[in-house]
C-alpha cells in the first residue's frame, strides 16, 4: 500500500467518524471539531487523488466537502460572540 492510499482511507475513516458521530447524536455536525474533521478528511481523500489515479467525480465530490467545511468553520468563527 502507498502512502497514498494510506492517507486516502485515513481520511475516508475520519469522515466516517465524524458522519457516525453526527447520526448517532454524539457530534454536533456544525460545531469546529465535525467541520474540521471533515475538512481534514476530503483533504486526505483530495491528495491521494491529485497524487495517484485521478478520478473526476470523486475529486469534484471530495473538494465540494471541503469548501462545505471551510465555509461552516468560516461561519462557525465569524458567528456573533454572546
Given at each position: 500500500m502507498s502512502l497514498q492510499d494510506a492517507a486516502g482511507l485515513v481520511g475516508v475513516l475520519v469522515i466516517l467518524l465524524a458522519y457516525a458521530g453526527a447520526a448517532l447524536g454524539r457530534v454536533d455536525p456544525q460545531r469546529p471539531l465535525s467541520l474540521t474533521c471533515n475538512l481534514v478528511g476530503a483533504s486526505l481523500i483530495l491528495w491521494s487523488l491529485f497524487t495517484q489515479a485521478f478520478n473526476l467525480p470523486a475529486a469534484v465530490m471530495e473538494g465540494a466537502w471541503a469548501l462545505v467545511s471551510l465555509f461552516g468553520l468560516a461561519?462557525?468563527?465569524?458567528?456573533?460572540?454572546?
Open positions: 461561519r462557525w468563527a465569524l458567528r456573533p460572540k454572546s
